[in-house]
């Protein structure tokens, strides 16, 4: 499978984007499919994840009530729309995925997933 991340760039404090993960070669169904952010300088870390079957989300609590994971099932392609976005969310933004049906605490490690994009940068400036 190869996954495609898109949608990055520069926008203001308190601004929006919307990232998308489309996959080619395989479809998403039965797996759990995550993004994860990595800063300059800092860690991958965990932003969100939703499960392909049942739809369900899981969120870092530092974008919880701002980002919003969902899935198109006929595009086979998740997107997370990204609101009252700060400087601290700037980042490469990578998306991955997992053939599997992951728990809420395994889907937010990045060692969970087999699969990984080649990332879009998020740039929060003013």
């Known amino acids: 499978v190869q996954l495609q991340a898109s949608g990055g760039g520069l926008v203001q404090p308190g601004g929006s984007l919307r990232l998308s993960c489309a996959a080619s070669g395989r479809t998403f169904s039965s797996s759990t499919v995550g993004w994860f952010r990595q800063a300059p300088g800092k860690e991958r870390e965990f932003v969100s994840a939703i499960r392909w079957a049942d739809g369900s989300t899981f969120y870092a609590g530092s974008v919880k009530g701002r980002f919003t994971i969902s899935r198109d099932r006929a595009k086979n392609t998740v997107y997370v729309q990204m609101n009252s976005l700060k400087p601290e969310d700037t980042a490469v933004y990578y998306c991955?995925?997992?053939?599997?049906?992951?728990?809420?605490?395994?889907?937010?490690?990045?060692?969970?997933?087999?699969?990984w994009g080649q990332g879009t940068l998020v740039t929060v400036s003013s």
């Open positions: 991955a995925v997992e053939f599997r049906n992951l728990i809420q605490s395994v889907a937010t490690t990045a060692a969970a997933y087999d699969h």
